[in-house]
Nanobody, 120 residues
Framework: QVQLVESGGGLVQAGDSLRLSCAAS????????MGWFRQAPGKQREFVGG????????SYADPVKGRLTISRDNGKNTMYLDMNSLEHEDTAVYYC?????????????WGQGTQVTVSS
Protein backbone atom coordinates (compact mmCIF):
# COMPACT_ATOMS: atom_id res chain seq x y z
CA GLN A 1 0.00 0.00 0.00
CA VAL A 2 1.08 3.59 -0.61
CA GLN A 3 0.59 6.41 1.86
CA LEU A 4 1.21 10.07 1.10
CA VAL A 5 1.52 12.81 3.67
CA GLU A 6 1.66 16.46 2.62
CA SER A 7 2.96 19.27 4.78
CA GLY A 8 4.10 22.85 4.50
CA GLY A 9 0.90 24.69 3.72
CA GLY A 10 -0.09 27.88 5.44
CA LEU A 11 -1.14 31.50 5.16
CA VAL A 12 1.21 33.78 3.25
CA GLN A 13 1.07 37.13 1.50
CA ALA A 14 1.17 37.68 -2.23
CA GLY A 15 4.73 37.58 -3.47
CA ASP A 16 5.90 35.25 -0.72
CA SER A 17 7.40 31.79 -1.14
CA LEU A 18 6.38 28.46 0.31
CA ARG A 19 7.63 24.88 0.16
CA LEU A 20 5.28 21.92 0.25
CA SER A 21 6.47 18.40 1.00
CA CYS A 22 5.00 15.02 0.15
CA ALA A 23 6.40 12.07 2.04
CA ALA A 24 5.63 8.74 0.44
CA SER A 25 5.68 5.37 2.12
CA UNK A 26 5.26 2.02 0.46
CA UNK A 27 6.74 0.64 -2.70
CA UNK A 28 8.38 3.82 -3.94
CA UNK A 29 10.43 1.89 -6.48
CA UNK A 30 7.20 1.07 -8.32
CA UNK A 31 6.03 4.66 -8.77
CA UNK A 32 5.54 5.70 -12.38
CA UNK A 33 5.01 9.37 -11.61
CA MET A 34 4.52 11.80 -8.77
CA GLY A 35 2.72 15.08 -9.00
CA TRP A 36 0.83 17.92 -7.39
CA PHE A 37 -2.76 18.93 -7.93
CA ARG A 38 -4.79 21.68 -6.35
CA GLN A 39 -8.41 22.47 -5.76
CA ALA A 40 -9.68 25.96 -5.11
CA PRO A 41 -13.10 26.60 -3.53
CA GLY A 42 -15.87 25.97 -6.02
CA LYS A 43 -13.49 24.66 -8.67
CA GLN A 44 -12.42 21.27 -9.93
CA ARG A 45 -9.13 19.72 -8.93
CA GLU A 46 -6.45 20.71 -11.43
CA PHE A 47 -2.98 19.55 -12.34
CA VAL A 48 -0.15 21.74 -11.08
CA GLY A 49 2.96 19.82 -12.01
CA GLY A 50 4.51 16.38 -12.01
CA UNK A 51 7.58 14.28 -12.60
CA UNK A 52 8.02 11.04 -14.49
CA UNK A 53 10.13 8.86 -12.24
CA UNK A 54 11.97 7.23 -15.10
CA UNK A 55 14.15 9.99 -16.45
CA UNK A 56 13.02 12.67 -14.04
CA UNK A 57 11.14 14.69 -16.66
CA UNK A 58 8.97 17.39 -15.12
CA SER A 59 5.97 19.22 -16.51
CA TYR A 60 3.95 22.15 -15.21
CA ALA A 61 0.61 23.74 -15.82
CA ASP A 62 0.83 27.03 -17.68
CA PRO A 63 -0.41 29.24 -14.79
CA VAL A 64 2.49 28.13 -12.57
CA LYS A 65 5.35 27.82 -15.05
CA GLY A 66 8.38 29.74 -13.90
CA ARG A 67 7.04 30.16 -10.36
CA LEU A 68 6.69 26.59 -9.08
CA THR A 69 9.37 23.90 -9.11
CA ILE A 70 9.13 20.21 -8.30
CA SER A 71 12.07 18.33 -6.86
CA ARG A 72 12.67 14.96 -5.22
CA ASP A 73 14.78 13.47 -2.50
CA ASN A 74 14.88 9.83 -3.50
CA GLY A 75 16.63 8.79 -0.30
CA LYS A 76 13.71 10.12 1.72
CA ASN A 77 10.97 9.18 -0.77
CA THR A 78 9.89 12.80 -0.60
CA MET A 79 8.74 15.20 -3.28
CA TYR A 80 8.77 18.96 -2.87
CA LEU A 81 6.91 21.82 -4.46
CA ASP A 82 8.73 25.12 -4.20
CA MET A 83 6.36 27.99 -4.84
CA ASN A 84 7.64 31.49 -5.49
CA SER A 85 5.92 34.77 -6.28
CA LEU A 86 2.68 33.40 -4.91
CA GLU A 87 -0.52 34.96 -6.13
CA HIS A 88 -3.97 35.10 -4.59
CA GLU A 89 -5.10 32.75 -7.37
CA ASP A 90 -2.75 30.08 -5.98
CA THR A 91 -5.02 29.74 -2.95
CA ALA A 92 -6.19 26.13 -2.85
CA VAL A 93 -5.83 22.78 -1.16
CA TYR A 94 -2.76 21.12 -2.65
CA TYR A 95 -2.75 17.37 -3.08
CA CYS A 96 0.12 15.00 -3.67
CA UNK A 97 -0.50 12.27 -6.25
CA UNK A 98 1.34 9.07 -7.09
CA UNK A 99 0.68 6.75 -9.99
CA UNK A 100 1.70 3.12 -10.01
CA UNK A 101 1.37 0.70 -12.89
CA UNK A 102 0.81 -2.87 -11.77
CA UNK A 103 0.40 -5.57 -14.39
CA UNK A 104 -0.64 -2.94 -16.91
CA UNK A 105 -3.20 -1.23 -14.67
CA UNK A 106 -2.66 2.29 -13.40
CA UNK A 107 -3.44 3.05 -9.78
CA UNK A 108 -3.73 6.55 -8.33
CA UNK A 109 -2.95 7.45 -4.75
CA TRP A 110 -3.72 10.76 -3.04
CA GLY A 111 -2.60 12.52 0.08
CA GLN A 112 -5.00 14.26 2.45
CA GLY A 113 -4.13 17.71 1.11
CA THR A 114 -2.57 20.80 2.62
CA GLN A 115 -4.15 24.25 2.55
CA VAL A 116 -2.32 27.16 0.96
CA THR A 117 -3.87 30.58 1.41
CA VAL A 118 -2.37 33.62 -0.27
CA SER A 119 -3.63 36.97 0.91
CA SER A 120 -3.61 39.79 -1.59
Amino acid sequence: QVQLVESGGGLVQAGDSLRLSCAASGRAFSFASMGWFRQAPGKQREFVGGVIMSGGITSYADPVKGRLTISRDNGKNTMYLDMNSLEHEDTAVYYCNVQRIIYGTMFNYWGQGTQVTVSS
